[in-house]
């Protein structure tokens, strides 16, 4: 089974459990987004239709944060047309719709709430600082995703704390035997 990776705003560093995971699992690749610092909503959905395309076979995406939400336009316009994408680890969704988002990804709102074509999981923190617990609930209902919900984990990513994250790989094991 493929595993692509899709970070959100500003990449995952070395020390994020995304890139650790890309390092440690065969048949790996990550999205390449032309401008991770000022993402503008279009070229990001055609960047992972492409990488996509592309693929030899289907893959379990991993996205996070600002890449989740470009998975949710990605599969409000597609619907997975190609067929590729046999499950979704989607990761501390970014509500890029709250007051205080960034000026750099406010142009990803308004969210799609379709329901994605295929099977998910949300990983949430009862204290994210840039989605709040009922944001999430919510994306994870509309999505028709299953919701898993961590106390006090923040972004999920580095800052957290989180780096090799084996709790959340075995929820990415779980889904690709889900997939298979």
């Known amino acids: 089974m493929n595993i692509v990776i899709h970070p959100g705003w500003q990449d995952s560093g070395p020390d994020h459990w995304q890139s650790i995971w890309q390092a440690a699992l065969p048949r790996s690749s990550r999205v ?3 401008d991770w610092d000022r993402p503008q909503l ?3 959905v ?3 239709d492409r990488h996509l395309a592309a693929l030899d076979g289907p893959a379990v ?3 996070h944060s600002l890449g989740c939400i470009t ?15 046999a499950a979704a680890l989607l990761v ?3 509500d890029v719709g709250r007051g205080d988002a960034p000026a750099e990804i406010v142009g990803f709102a308004p969210i799609p709430f379709d329901p994605l074509p295929f ?9 994210d600082p840039f989605c709040e617990p009922a944001r999430s609930r919510a994306f994870a209902a509309a999505w028709g995703a299953r919701l898993v919900t961590l106390a006090g984990a923040g972004h999920i990513n580095a800052a957290a704390g989180f780096g090799a994250w084996p709790e959340g790989r075995a929820l990415l094991d779980a889904l690709c035997r889900r997939a298979a």
């Open 46 to 48: 055609a960047a992972l």
């Open 32 to 34: 390449a987004q032309a």
């Open 61 to 63: 995406l991993v996205c």
């Open 71 to 85: 998975l949710a336009h990605w599969s409000a316009r597609t619907a997975n047309r190609h067929g590729r994408v």
């Open 42 to 44: 279009d070229d990001w």
């Open 92 to 94: 501390a969704p970014a």
């Open 119 to 127: 099977p998910a999981t949300v990983v949430a923190s009862d204290d």
